[in-house]
């Protein structure tokens, strides 16, 4: 029998500050409320914006990593899936709930602090990984070589300082 595949892959920007929470056994999940926009043209040629929002979940270490590092409107890569969670409320009527679950974050440029970032993947077994911007087995990392500044000791952020 065929396995399925739940896959999913968001590039947008937050709406929030990342909501970081510990369950008893000190385990990270933070929770972000992340944007994604599209536009098309209407019938009378008119551009016409349409704006998702997703909630997407990290847990452990890439939770906490997303949550000290990710602000309000910085951009981000999210790469995970999609899970439905059916629950009773405290009303008695039951109420739906679609998260993402990611296992691949990738910060971008524009919004927040700081220019482009790292990448990062949860704890899974090590995959090659061909993200958005390629190379490395997290999403991000460097390949041999790399710029002149980065073979001189001069280099204003030397890599023991990037905490990705």
Same mark, same amino acid.
Request: charged content about 25%.
């Given at each position: 029998m065929?396995r399925?595949?739940?896959k999913?892959?968001?590039?947008?920007?937050?709406?929030n @500050?990342?909501d =970081?929470? $510990?369950?008893q056994g000190? =385990?990270?999940?933070? %929770?972000l409320s992340?944007? %994604?926009t599209s536009?098309?043209?209407?019938k009378? +040629?008119?551009q016409?914006?349409r %704006?998702?929002?997703?909630?997407?979940?990290?847990?452990?270490k890439?939770?906490?990593i997303?949550g000290?590092?990710l602000?309000?409107?910085?951009?981000? $890569?999210?790469?995970g899936?999609?899970? $439905?969670?059916k629950?009773t409320?405290q009303d008695?009527q039951?109420?739906y709930i %679609?998260e993402i679950v990611?296992d691949?974050?990738? =910060?971008l /440029? +524009?919004? /927040?602090e700081?220019g482009g970032? /790292?990448? =990062?993947?949860?704890?899974r077994?090590a995959r090659?990984a061909?993200g958005?911007?390629? +190379?490395?087995e997290?999403g991000?990392?460097?390949s041999?070589?790399?710029?002149?500044? #980065? #073979?001189?000791?001069? @280099?204003?952020f030397?890599? @023991?300082?990037?905490?990705f």
């Amino acid at each position: 029998m065929a396995r399925g595949v739940n896959k999913v892959i968001l590039v947008g920007n937050l709406g929030n @500050d990342p909501d =970081m929470k $510990y369950t008893q056994g000190g =385990m990270a999940i933070c %929770t972000l409320s992340l944007a %994604t926009t599209s536009v098309r043209k209407d019938k009378e +040629g008119n551009q016409q914006e349409r %704006t998702e929002w997703h909630r997407v979940k990290l847990f452990g270490k890439l939770g906490e990593i997303a949550g000290e590092y990710l602000k309000k409107g910085r951009q981000v $890569y999210i790469e995970g899936s999609i899970r $439905y969670d059916k629950f009773t409320g405290q009303d008695g009527q039951e109420r739906y709930i %679609t998260e993402i679950v990611a296992d691949e974050m990738q =910060m971008l /440029g +524009g919004g /927040g602090e700081g220019g482009g970032g /790292g990448g =990062m993947r949860s704890e899974r077994p090590a995959r090659p990984a061909a993200g958005p911007r390629g +190379g490395g087995e997290y999403g991000g990392g460097r390949s041999g070589g790399g710029s002149p500044a #980065q #073979q001189r000791n001069d @280099d204003p952020f030397p890599d @023991d300082d990037i905490p990705f």
